[in-house]
């Protein structure tokens, strides 16, 4: 069992923002929440109390200890335990509701994890079940630098010493924001999205060759760090000649498409050669990809533009 999907863990990390409190002895901290993958009881992750698809994590607020409350005996008992079987990994009453004392029993009796919160049971099933989805998430390690540039999730990608550091340095100087240097933990939240994020070692830190290690975060403000984003783009910094260069289509540029745990992100090949200016490139190329998302296509509407003039012309 991974230790990052410890209940114990889970606490640790979240407790502050969800007002998560362990109410007697902590029994089950390191109970692990399954993974979706390895579930072969095809329990969901998190909700609401749900005893016909059963969560990994049961969510108890006013209205389903209200619904214990107006049931009889036997079939109060029979609820929980259903409630208490082999699916639940963890219990949390939220809606600042009390502890019924039969759950409190069975979950001291079996070590089941059960904490309490007084936020509402759908902003406590919309937290968790980010947490535990980005936690489950496929995930790869990129070398590159990470970048936020104009709201969009930029990889600067390329060999040694080809000036990744440098550029980004230079991004940051002009209001954009910095994720991760040298590796960056890309996870697959969604059919189409990938999501990166910094190693906690490496937060806040750039290495750039003559410099050292330059902590951003303290040179450039709070702003100048994103905690994660969405990889919209790879940019390739790739040292050309002016042969190699001229080789390039001018009109569509050198774009190709670079597949990443089944995701297609597009990737710029940027040639790098003195005199080019590598920081206004990049944002040209940002700033042209979110248009390219808002459906406008530069290349198509000059083609377009150049075929009504030849029509023109041959009237």
């Known amino acids: 069992m991974n230790a990052d999907t410890s209940v114990g863990t889970l606490f640790d ?60 005996e036997a079939s109060r008992r029979d609820l929980i ?4 079987g082999s699916t639940t990994d963890l219990i949390v009453i939220g809606d600042g509701s009390p502890v019924p004392e039969d759950i409190k029993q069975r979950a001291e009796a079996s070590s089941t994890p059960l904490f309490t919160s007084v936020q509402p049971t759908q902003q406590l099933v919309s ?26 999730g930029l990889l600067i990608t390329g060999a040694a010493s080809v000036g990744k550091s440098e550029l980004a340095l230079e991004l940051v100087a002009r ?7 040298d590796a960056t933990v890309f996870s697959r939240t969604a059919p189409d999205i990938l999501n990166g994020r910094c190693p906690d ?17 303290a040179m450039f403000g709070d702003s100048a760090i994103k905690q994660n ?40 090949t940027l040639p790098v050669a003195p005199g080019r ?19 406008f296509d530069s290349s198509k509407l000059f083609m377009e533009r150049q075929a009504r003039f030849m029509e023109n012309d041959g009237l």
């Open 13 to 72: 990390t979240l407790h502050e923002k969800l007002e998560l409190q362990w109410p007697g002895k902590h029994r089950g901290a390191n109970r692990g929440i399954k993974a979706p993958a390895s579930d072969e009881t095809n329990a969901a992750l998190v909700g609401h109390l749900n005893l016909i698809h059963p969560n990994r994590v049961q969510i108890l607020g006013r209205t389903e200890i209200a619904y214990l409350d107006s049931l009889n």
């Open 81 to 84: 335990d259903q409630l208490f």
């Open 127 to 152: 937290f968790l079940q980010y947490y535990l989805t980005n936690l489950f998430a496929e995930k790869v390690t990129l070398h590159g630098v990470f970048m936020e540039v104009f709201s969009l």
């Open 175 to 181: 209001g954009h924001r910095l994720v991760a240097d």
């Open 201 to 217: 070692m490496l937060r806040d830190f750039l290495e750039v060759r003559g410099l050292g290690i330059l902590n951003i975060r």
């Open 229 to 268: 984003r969405n990889l919209r783009l790879i940019l390739k910094l790739v040292p050309m000649k002016d042969e190699e260069i001229r080789r390039i289509d001018r009109l569509y540029g050198a774009r190709s498409t670079r597949t990443i745990l089944g995701v297609d992100i597009p990737e710029i």
């Open 277 to 295: 200016n590598l920081a206004v490139l990049a944002e040209a190329a940002a700033r042209n990809h979110v248009l390219y998302l808002k459906g």
